[in-house]
């Protein structure tokens, strides 16, 4: 298909195709779910499944709605010819707010359907699991990470870039003592990793050239989100309160955040403010992450950070595209980026948090899964290995075997104690 962009999650969900559970794929707006579906029915066609086997609704048709709400088993029915298996593609099921019970009618009762879902929200997407336990599985469709930005973009570049990620791993692993790097073209990966700072990851925005063009692309993605998600969805009319709170968040990326002081500048009460902030991280605009903690003493506990799930879509609402270098704002940036490589990467069993203990030593990014913990320091400017105070803090007290240390540039490792350090470009994460 002309102009598809390949997604990582696209080989996972065909892996499921044939099982009998619904598959639901949930992310932002414009992020490429009704495109996600294309590609599967392209794919089930091309594996012998006749086009009239296959039905593709969107939930955002008013009349098709209505239809299925009245009588879902009917409706659906009614594009059934035949007794084989048919393939029903559902779009932005978010509109339908008793779509779980709707949907657990239909598994139960039309045995030889199967069911591909999308919705915006993860409130919407994720109160189906209630009803359909045991008959879903739950994927999310996020803005292109860096690697899908690049393989889109430029094959070569893709392959060069992959032959060094590769390599700085191993040397962050400890399987190698050196990361040899492939200098070639990486003049060429570090403009498009510019971009990817300035811009985001939204396919549609991706796919245009020129700053002109991918800035009104994102102006539309963010105006149509405030009136259809949030008008429409939930039921927000007054949007002028909303709006006040998401530029207040997108300017204090990566800060602690204070409810006192963010309900004061957004003029709105601390019950409203919360219902925001769900809605916000329910649509995927913005991610909380919560702080780490075992000693209860001395360890904040309470108030999160806030990073938005796509760069570009935050720094049109601060209406800054400056070049990364010229930024104030450039290390927020870049811990920016490096939470949603890490958010895109996360699977079920692992946690991102922060650290901050009450005498205010930090650390951005702790990484925890089963036993196992990681802590990530952002540091932009660094150009020798130097440990920040926060860092040292927490290998003190928790002793990792491993720290990572993202920069802009800077290679290199150091040992403190039983831990070993790596400092490495965050665009190799």
Request: aromatic residues 12%; neutral net charge.
């Amino acid at each position: 298909m002309e102009g598809i962009i390949d997604r990582d999650i696209f080989q996972t969900i065909l892996s499921r195709i044939r099982d009998r559970e619904i598959i639901a794929i949930r992310g932002p707006r414009q992020a490429g779910k009704s495109t996600l579906l294309k590609m599967i029915m392209e794919h089930l066609i091309s594996t012998g499944i006749r086009e009239e086997e296959i039905t593709s609704i969107s939930f955002e048709d008013p009349v098709a709605l209505d239809e299925f709400r009245k009588d879902p088993r009917k409706y659906l029915g009614s594009f059934i010819n035949g007794g084989s298996r048919h393939y029903f593609l559902l779009d932005e099921v978010q509109y339908d707010s008793d779509a779980g019970k709707r949907l657990k009618l239909l598994y139960d009762t039309m045995e030889n359907a199967k069911f591909f879902i999308t919705g915006s929200s993860t409130l919407d997407v994720s109160s189906l699991s209630k009803f359909l336990v045991g008959r879903v599985f739950l994927y999310e469709l996020l803005p292109l990470n860096f690697w899908e930005y690049l393989h889109y973009n430029d094959e070569r570049l893709y392959r060069i870039f992959s032959k060094n990620t590769k390599s700085v791993r191993m040397f962050a692993l400890g399987d190698a003592k050196d990361a040899t790097l492939d200098e070639t073209s990486m003049q060429e990966i570090e403009r498009h990793f510019e971009d990817y700072l300035k811009f985001g990851g939204y396919p549609e925005v991706v796919k245009r050239d020129g700053m002109d063009r991918k800035v009104e692309v994102l102006k539309n993605i963010y105006s149509t989100y405030i009136e259809k998600d949030v008008a429409g969805v939930f039921g927000i009319t007054d949007s002028f309160k909303l709006r006040k709170t998401v530029t207040a968040l997108a300017a204090g990326i990566g800060s602690v955040l204070s409810y006192e002081s963010l309900s004061s500048y957004s003029e709105t009460y601390y019950a409203s403010l919360m219902r925001y902030l769900n809605i916000l991280e329910d649509t995927y605009i913005i991610k909380r992450i919560f702080p780490y903690h075992k000693s209860r003493k001395v360890e904040l506990r309470k108030s999160p950070k806030v990073y938005f799930v796509d760069i570009g879509l935050r720094n049109y609402i601060i209406q800054n595209f400056n070049d990364i270098e010229r930024r104030e704002d450039a290390g927020h940036v870049l811990e920016n980026f490096v939470f949603s490589e890490l958010f895109s990467r996360a699977n079920p069993t692992m946690t991102i948090n922060f650290w901050r203990t009450l005498a205010k030593a930090e650390v951005d990014f702790v990484i925890s899964e089963a036993e196992k913990m990681l802590p990530i320091e952002v540091k932009y400017g660094i150009s020798k290995p130097e440990i920040p105070r926060g860092f040292s803090s927490f290998i003190d007290t928790y002793a990792p075997k491993k720290a990572i240390v993202a920069t802009r540039r800077f290679i290199s490792k150091k040992d403190a104690g039983n831990t070993n350090i790596v400092f490495v470009p965050a665009m190799f994460l």
